[in-house]
């Protein structure tokens, strides 16, 4: 009995295809036994009435892999998809309200990273992702940040801005004056030791109010020094070079006096301030840099040549100047070298000398060289305007010569047209001459006070008018019998054409007259023919569905003015 049950229990969790037990009862028959007889006391059923059993293992486990697949199918994949798409709705909604005006990624304050990103020719990776925020807005909210930054001024009040810091350690005088020159003014300042009149404007350098590639156009377009102030705003504890560089007096000075310097600022949040670091290897911040067109000489066979200018970093600042020094030089020869050190007054003296060793020495290095790349910039600049210009009025030569020839060409096959319907036109003159019994019959007031009348077929186009008109005033049609003025016209030589039927369809295939006159109705409703014309030509090129008999105005009569159109 229990072997029976195991082997049902291991029948019902194995495909009947797994290796099955023979039964060690006595009426088992396997190949080589005795043959036995059996005895049974029911009648044997016959193989065809053998019954199988319908729930067995095999059946369960089919019924419950195909059970798994669909709900696999409808239940579960769903499921996961949906969650995903929340999810990813989620991450975009928060993304949006907290992290918008972050950069893709930020490094930490004492590291930098040289991966790629921007060069220091302005050049943008194309994978970086940023929304875009006007440039303007940008600089003016990191000069804002810096405002903000700002130490009072009676912590300044040790800095000399009249010798620009250099050394002063009279600390306790009660009135300090200087007059320097801001935007083409003088402006008078008064420090005390407890108030101050400089605006926080005044006590920043003027920094350049646009993108860096704008800044970086400017420095290699215009052959101008370029400073680059980049800082991290989750390293609030470097201020050295804000505090002792950035808002010292003789580093404000130096854009007071030559124009031909520029400074950009900005932070990690940007874009372009993240991947300009990267490409100048900045390793610390805050980060003074000063950038300028450089160019070497080179050795050729003719002689010593100039290489092309290329913008390059010739100086830099980076860290807490204060620790750095302090950690090169150790503090005791640092005191002994700077002798008027205070290190408790923002380290001035030691500033003022960095500013000079940094900076000055190297525009003065670099000006010479830098102002004949500029001179250089701008002759190319003026011979290209120069090129420009020739180009320019080439272009307007060829212009006017194509349209002198474009009009000899018109007037030339205008005049062969108008001969062409000369005949057609004189039969107009008189009412015998026109083969047609509906007439209308239209009085035509010229320019020169004279007046004509033309008998046209009522089913003719309007533009007959105005080719009659054109006729009259070119002189082709003698008017002088139809005319109701005393004055006699001069008879000339009647004009003929020589153009075929077949050749006059042909030639004049694609031909428009140009009317430089107007046919205006002076009774009410004043019409003006011409822009009867120009519709009708807009939406049907001949203009032969606008037929006479359509304008009470002129059928079956009608009078019109002629005046000519003022041209410009």
Known sequence: MSSSISDWIRNFFQPSTSYQRVGTSSNSSIPGSFPTEQESNSPPHPPSSRISPVFNSQTINSTFRNLSSWLNYLLIQPLIIIILVIFRILSTIINVIYFQNQSPSIVNGSGGGGGSGSGIDGSTNNNSRCEFVDPVAKASKFIRDLEDNLQPPSILQGNDINSGGGGSNDTHSPITSATRPVSGTTVTTTTTTTSTTISNSERLPPFFQGSYTQALYMATKRGKFLFVYLTNPHNENANGIFNNIITNEIFLKIFRTNENIIIWGGDLTNPEAYQLANSLAVTKFPFLGLLCLTRSSKMTPEGPRKTVSKLSLVSKI???????????????????????????????????????????????????????????????????????????????????????????????????????????????????????????????????????????????????????????????????????????????????????????????????????????????????????????????????????????????????????????
């Not at 860290?319 to 290190?343: A, E, K, P, R, V």
């Not at 250089?376 to 272009?395: G, H, W």
């Not at 009317?515 to 205006?520: D, G, I, S, V, W």
Request: proline residues 3%; aromatic residues 10%; contains cysteine.
């Open 318 to 568: 980076q860290g807490n100047i204060i620790n750095t020094q302090s950690l090169s030089l150790g503090l005791h020869q640092y005191q002994n070298q700077y002798q008027d050190t205070n290190f408790d007054d923002g380290n001035l003296s030691v500033a003022n000398e960095l500013i000079n060793r940094k900076f000055l020495t190297k525009i003065a290095k670099y000006s010479p060289e830098l102002n004949l790349i500029r001179q250089e910039l701008q002759d190319k600049y003026m011979s290209q305007i120069l090129l420009k210009q020739q180009e320019l009025n080439y272009q307007k030569s060829l212009q006017a010569d194509k349209l002198k020839k474009q009009k000899k060409q018109y007037d030339t096959l205008s005049k062969q047209y108008l001969i062409y319907q000369l005949d057609r036109f004189e039969k107009y003159l008189t009412k015998d001459r026109v083969a047609n019994d509906n007439i209308a019959k239209i009085a035509i007031k010229l320019t020169n006070g004279n007046r004509v009348t033309g008998y046209f077929p009522s089913n003719n186009s309007i533009d007959d008018i105005f080719i009659f008109v054109e006729l009259i005033n070119r002189g082709y049609l003698n008017v002088a019998n139809n005319s109701t003025t005393t004055t006699t016209t001069t008879t000339t030589t009647k004009l003929t054409s020589t153009l075929t039927e077949s050749q006059a369809l042909t030639k004049f295939k694609d031909f428009k007259l140009i009317y430089n006159f107007k046919l205006l109705s002076p009774l009410p409703p004043k019409i003006c023919l011409n822009d009867v014309l120009s519709s009708s030509k807009d939406t049907t090129p001949t203009a032969t569905t606008i037929k006479i008999n359509q304008f009470d105005i002129i059928y079956p009569n009608g009078l019109l003015i002629v005046e000519d159109i003022q041209k410009d």
